[in-house]
C-alpha cells in the first residue's frame, strides 16, 4: 500500500489489516496514550471543499502520533489552476511525508499521487470517500462484533460515501443495498467492480428504489445529504426528488422490523431534509461514535502509509 485512493485499490485482507489496527490504536490511545511512531514526520492536509471531520479528525490523529499536519485551506493553491497538479504533487512532496487531499475531481487525487514521492490519502473526492468507508465499516464492526452477512441499507444519493461503503462491504462479505431514486443510482462501474470483490467474501451489492422495501431486515441503515459539495446548483431539484420518500425517519427505521437497527450518517447531517432530528438523536443512531472513529481508523492508515506499522 503507498497510497489510499479508493477501498477497491486494497485487497480484501489490506483492507481487514487497516480495522484490526484501527482498532488497537483506539485500545492504546483508550489506555492512555499512542506511542509516537510518527515523531518527527508532517502530513500536508490541502483542501478544495470545507470539512469539520476530516481536518481536524487527521490533525488530532497525527498529533496522537507524535507527528504534525500542516492545513492548507482551499483559497491557497489553486490546484490545477494557480500551478498544474503534478507541480504541486512534486514541490508538497519534497517538504512533507505524507499528503491528504480534498478535491471536486478524482483525476487530481490520481494525478497527485502519480507525481507525489509520498504517500497520498484521499480525503473525499467526487468518486469516492475511502477514509469515511474505513472508518464506517469499523463502527459497524466494533458496534455489531460482525461484518459477514451484516445488511447495510444506504437509502440516498449514489454518491462517493455510498461508492466507498459498496467497496468496504464488498471486501468483508456485508450484503450492501443502495436504495436511490431511478437516476441517481451509483456508477454502474462502480456496482460492477464492488461485486467483482464481493465474489471472493460471499458479500452481495444490490441496488433498489424503493426504501421501505429495502430496509426491510436492515442492520445498518445509512444516509448521506441529497446534495453534495459542489451540486449547490442542483439543491432545489434534487429537494424535490427525494423528500419525502427518501429520508430516514422513524417510520422507515419502524419498516426494518428489526428494534436494534442502528443508523449511520457521514455528516454533516441536513436535519429534516434525509434524516429527522428523532432518529438522529435516538438511541439507535452511531453518528458520534462514528465522527469519534474518523480518528481512530485515520491513525490507522497514518500508522502504516507514514510509520510503516
Ligand atoms: N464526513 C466528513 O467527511 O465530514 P467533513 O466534510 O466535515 O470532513
Ligand atoms: N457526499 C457528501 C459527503 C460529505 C462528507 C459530499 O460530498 O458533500
Known sequence: MNHFLSIAD????????????????????????????????????????????????????MQHLGGHAL???????????????????????????????????????????????VPVINGLSDYNHPAQGLTDIFTIREALGRLQGVRLVFVGDG?????????????????????????FEPDPQVVSRARELAQATGATIELDHDPRQAVRGADVIYTDVWTSMGQEAEAQ????????????????????????????HCLPAHRGEEITSEVADSSHSLLWIQAENRM???????????GGL
Open 71 to 117: 492545513y492548507i485551506s482551499p483559497n491557497e493553491v489553486g490546484l490545477g489552476k494557480r500551478e498544474s497538479v503534478a507541480d504541486v504533487a512534486r514541490v508538497l512532496s519534497s517538504y512533507v511525508d505524507g499528503i491528504m487531499a480534498r478535491v471536486f475531481d478524482h483525476a487530481h487525487i490520481l494525478e497527485l499521487a502519480e507525481h507525489s514521492s
Open 10 to 61: 486494497l485487497t480484501s485482507s489490506e483492507f481487514i489489516d487497516l480495522l484490526d489496527l484501527a482498532d488497537s490504536l483506539k485500545r492504546e490511545w483508550a489506555a492512555g496514550g499512542n506511542r509516537p511512531i510518527l515523531a518527527g514526520k508532517t502530513l500536508a492536509m490541502l483542501f478544495q471543499k470545507p470539512s469539520l471531520r476530516t481536518r481536524v479528525s487527521f490533525e488530532m490523529g
Open 296 to 306: 481512530h481508523a485515520q491513525k490507522a492508515l497514518l500508522a502504516r502509509l507514514l
Open 159 to 183: 454518491n462517493n460515501v455510498a461508492t466507498s461503503l459498496m467497496f468496504g462491504g464488498a471486501h468483508t462479505g456485508m450484503h450492501v443495498v443502495v436504495c436511490t431514486p431511478q437516476g
Open 237 to 264: 431539484r434534487r429537494l424535490q426528488v427525494f423528500s419525502p420518500t427518501y429520508q430516514v425517519n422513524a417510520e422507515l427505521l419502524a419498516a426494518s422490523g428489526n428494534p436494534d437497527v442502528r443508523v449511520m
